[in-house]
């Protein structure tokens, strides 16, 4: 169930339960005939059933045990790198721990703004993407007082002062602060997210300049590294693949933020299916601010770490149907930015509170998910109303403008009226990216590009059990996040977990 506090609020997702789609797309009364269809456009819904199947064929990547050994080339690489930034500066923590999302900023993985982010498209640019929270800071320590300052800040963001910090912390960090000087004569530091994201991007260009400079066969091709708002965006080339890494500097914080508090207190979807510890087990700020807020100190609060536990519960058809939604607004809703597909995930959250959980596990129900997430979004549009999920109070589409509204509201009606045909589109966007990735991968193997480590010895071969085992891994957790503790002195060693299983 939705929590009580949105129930009555006009426009809220709480608000949702009576949608359209909960009636009219509905199976025949008991001695009905024909296909079940969907009153709004017609469309028979075994129809849209099938076209969300082939979709999620299409989109889902497909690894042998070539591009697993380059996922895990890819992925060494990128820790290596971390590790000569750490040793650049000794800024950041010396054994950090790092979470590693399947799919890109871009993608939604994360709640961050996309209006200032180049344009990539999977099979033009990249094959497969992901995204890196490092840690700029790990706040870990129960026994360190931290300064969450929202009294500047938007729901859902805060500075974040330095001034309890040992003196140690803040002359490491002072060139990334802004300084502001009291009347009594002290002085507030505030970690600053532009400053840091200028550091990490300047250390993580030097690091790859000097790596290219000495390059040995077998190492990634930096492909492209660039700078998108505070997120910096790395496209490496391993063997015949090419994948795009964005990598997020963030603070780390164990716990659980107070403005969040309440949410601990309503009914939740996943009660009983995991346990309150590891839906809170820590908290990020990423560098992001509100509408109005300065970029120079404001951070938003991210429940990313959260979020990868809560995707346990949800059932296969929900997600596809996500997936496929998803797909579909990327690409309608483009232009202009105002509609992540970050904002479609709090929705699916929110419907998986207010639902019934064995109406969301029927597996033959993708299409019904489907038109109640654009039923749901054009709500949202309609209303300008989108709770983020673990702080209700805050209106996710709160800045949107009337006209900006009105105008996606306006598209996701013409796809609520069609929504085979745009299926069908998406479903050929994602065969045009296989088919540029197949194409890429054949002049590769055709030119004779070197596979990753290929100049190895005899007995220095990747063994294939790696490769075998890697291979088990993506095909058995599809779509799953994978969390990375690494110590930059010693990187060989493979230090990650999918969800909670260890490797």
Request: overall charge neutral; proline content about 5%.
């Amino acid at each position: 169930m939705a929590a009580p506090a949105l129930s009555g609020r006009a426009g809220s997702v709480g608000s949702l339960g009576n949608s359209p789609t909960s009636t009219a797309a509905g199976r025949l009364p008991p001695g009905g005939s024909g296909p079940e269809l969907d009153f709004r456009s017609g469309a028979r819904m075994e129809d849209l059933n099938r076209l969300i199947q082939d979709f999620s064929k299409h989109d889902q990547r497909e690894y042998d045990d070539q591009r697993a050994l380059e996922i895990h080339t890819a992925k060494d690489f990128i820790f290596s790198m971390l590790g000569m930034v750490q040793k650049l500066d000794q800024k950041l923590p010396v054994a950090n721990e790092y979470l590693l999302l399947s799919g890109g900023v871009r993608e939604g993985v994360v709640d961050m703004d996309l209006d200032e982010l180049s344009v990539y498209a999977r099979g033009t640019d990249y094959d497969m993407d992901f995204t890196l929270l490092v840690p700029a800071l790990k706040l870990h320590d129960r026994n360190q007082p931290v300064t969450l300052d929202m009294r500047h800040s938007a729901l859902g963001h805060s500075w974040l002062s330095l001034r309890l910090f040992d003196e140690g912390t803040i002359n490491k960090w002072k060139d990334c602060c802004t300084i502001v000087d009291h009347i009594n004569g002290t002085t507030n530091y505030f970690f600053s997210p532009t400053l840091v994201a200028d550091w990490f991007y300047q250390s993580i260009s030097l690091v790859l300049l000097e790596v290219q400079k000495k390059p040995q066969r077998g190492m990634p091709r930096v492909e492209k590294v660039e700078r998108n708002g505070t997120i910096i965006s790395v496209i490496l080339g391993v063997g015949s693949s090419r994948m795009l890494y964005d990598i997020v500097p963030v603070v780390s914080f164990k716990g659980w933020p107070a403005v969040a508090q309440s949410w601990l207190m309503e009914n939740h979807f996943w009660d009983g299916k995991i346990t309150e510890e590891e839906v809170i087990s820590g908290f990020y700020l990423v560098p992001a601010c509100s509408y109005k807020g300065r970029k120079e100190n404001e951070w938003r609060l991210s429940f990313a770490r959260s979020e990868v536990q809560l995707k346990k519960c949800i059932s296969s058809s929900l997600m596809q149907a996500y997936q496929a939604c998803k797909a579909i607004i990327i690409k309608l809703l483009s232009r202009p930015k105002a509609i992540s597909p970050y904002h479609l995930r709090s929705i699916m959250l929110w419907a998986c509170d207010r639902l019934p959980a064995n109406y969301l596990a029927q597996e033959d129900f993708s299409a019904h998910f489907l038109l109640g997430l654009i039923d749901d979004l054009q709500h949202c549009l309609v209303n300008k109303m989108c709770p983020n999920y673990f702080i209700p109070q805050c209106n996710m589409l709160e800045h949107l403008s009337d006209e900006t509204a009105m105008l996606h509201a306006r598209k996701l009606s013409s796809v609520r009226s069609d929504p085979a045909e745009h299926l069908r589109t998406t479903i050929e966007h994602a065969k045009a990216a296989n088919r540029l990735t197949v194409e890429l991968q054949w002049r590769g193997s055709s030119t004779n590009l070197p596979s990753p480590q290929s100049d190895s010895g005899g007995d220095n071969q990747p063994d294939d059990r790696l490769a075998k085992k890697l291979q088990q891994l993506v095909t058995e957790n599809p779509g799953k996040s994978i969390s990375v503790f690494i110590n930059p002195d010693d990187v060989t060693r493979p230090h990650f977990r999918i969800d909670d299983k260890f490797f």
